[in-house]
């Protein structure tokens, strides 16, 4: 039996509607809510290594920074400096929390367009910084925005997108991610040579433009079909769905929707109710997905890249322009996933994604050994740095096209819609908590681990990939609201499903992938 790979599910209904202009525009538009988490993710390594910031707030940083005997390893070590980085990340847990119920009672858009304005007065609290407590106070309200749009948007898009579609809209998320990303490294690449406080400023600040992208997009906007059904606007919702799928002929997905909404209707505690037995499949696979896309070591990279490329022996310029060509590489390699997703499904990139990040984690562990080994003193030569960026731009590819994307398409589709918000809200607070303590305890295992932390993180991506193969069930093409009948089909999960949430036969139940 191959895993939990389903290559038929029985009964489920296949669409196959055509791409129409409306859903493109909408869902591209709806994407804008990555920009802001991955304009964050880009612009916080940049600036924590710039060093008219360093200067104004960790003095200390600066001083260990600039000593010539410094163990290669332990340069940039410091608590406080590292929670001016991921106290955004905290604060967006606590706020994914609250945005599940926004969500389900007022609609997906306005928990984006919240989203955009607590992020566009954290910017400018960011930019205006003249103390640690502005700083702090500013990334706080950066990270309710991030909570808000993160729990949201990649709901909307699954929702709004057609099922044989899905995957490739959703993936406009990370797209939006990275470009983010992409945009921030590039912004500190030219800030970081402007003269005295102004540069970081600049760079913190402009993080209002991306906010007000999501504020704009958001009340314009329209809601989805299924939230529209939840909160009591059938008519309208028929007319949407009809608008967005191009035919009149929507009959049966309408009806499936409706379906879901009466039965997620006699769910008064999605969060009480996401602990039954019956969720138990969506409930683990929705707090793994992101335990391990966190522990995967990929936000080492994106947050501490220009810093980590320093500690190679790179000048302050080349570590900018290196951690914006691994950006670069990133942001071409998730077209991949767009591109391939629903052709190929989503066990593929995440298996084959998996492999390729082992292989060149390892790679990278052992050089940086090789070269620094455990005392974390010693020279790096220009073309075994180079490798060692290559190698890097081999892990990043590999995520980009696997774990990246699918990290935030597989929860935001699993689940039913009595208890989609919860589980969203769940994912984006699990990925925030462990961003949260990746982000904090790095620089710190990074001085302890020295090169051992790279296989730290192998080992996870190992065990991950193993539990993609056996737990993780096939869902391109299925319907979000018939996503229960894969759950049934499969070889553990099935057992936690009852027969009347999928309605077929108990002979179609016992049909299995071989």
Known sequence: MAGGFVSQTPGV?????????????????????????????GISGGVTQMEPFLEEFFPDVHRKMKSAHQNEYCRFDSQ??????????????????????????????????????????????????????????????????????????????????????????????????????VVATII????????????????????CVPAM????????????????????????????????????????????????????????????????PRYRPQLIITCFIPFFQQLTGINVITFYAPVLFQTLGFGS?????????????????????VFTVDRFGR?????????????????IGVMIGVKFGTVGTGDIGKTDANLIVALICIYVAGFAWSWGPLGWLVPSEISPLEIRSAAQATNVAVNMFFTFLVAQLFLTMLCHMKFGLFFFFAVFVFIMTIFIYLMLPETKNVPIEEMNRVWKAHWFWGRFIPDEAVGVSAAEMQQKSV
């Open 13 to 41: 209904r296949n669409y196959n509607y055509k791409l129409t202009p409306k859903v493109f525009v909408t869902c591209f538009i709806g994407a804008f809510g990555g920009l802001i988490f991955g304009y964050d993710l």
């Open 347 to 363: 066990r593929v990139l995440f298996l084959q994604g998996g492999i390729q990040m082992l292989i060149s984690q390892i790679a």
């Open 188 to 207: 500190n690449y030219f800030t970081a040579q402007l003269k005295g406080n102004i540069g970081w400023r600049i760079s913190l600040g402009l993080a």
């Open 213 to 276: 992208m999501i504020m704009i997009g958001a009340l314009i906007l329209p809601d989805t079909p299924n939230s529209l059904i939840e909160r009591g606007f059938t008519d309208k919702a028929k007319q949407m769905l009809q608008s967005i799928r191009g035919t009149n002929e929507v009959d049966e997905e309408f009806q499936d929707l409706i379906d879901a909404s009466e039965e997620s209707k006699q769910v008064k505690h999605p969060w009480k109710n996401i602990l039954l």
């Open 317 to 337: 310029k080349a570590s900018l322009l290196s951690a914006m060509v691994t950006g670069i590489i990133e942001l071409l390699c998730t077209f991949v996933s």
């Open 80 to 181: 406080l400096l590292t929670l001016f980085t991921s106290s955004l990340y905290l604060a967006a847990l606590v706020s994914s929390l609250f945005a599940s119920t926004i969500t389900r009672v007022f609609g997906r858009k306005w928990s984006m367009f919240l989203g955009g304005f607590t992020f566009f007065i954290g910017s400018a609290f960011n930019g205006f910084a003249q103390n640690i407590a502005m700083l702090l106070i500013g990334r706080i309200l950066l990270g309710f925005g991030v909570g808000f749009a993160n729990q949201s948007v990649p709901v909307y898009l699954s929702e709004m997108a057609p099922p044989n579609l899905r995957g490739a809209f959703n993936n406009g998320f990370q797209v939006a991610i990275i470009f983010g990303i």
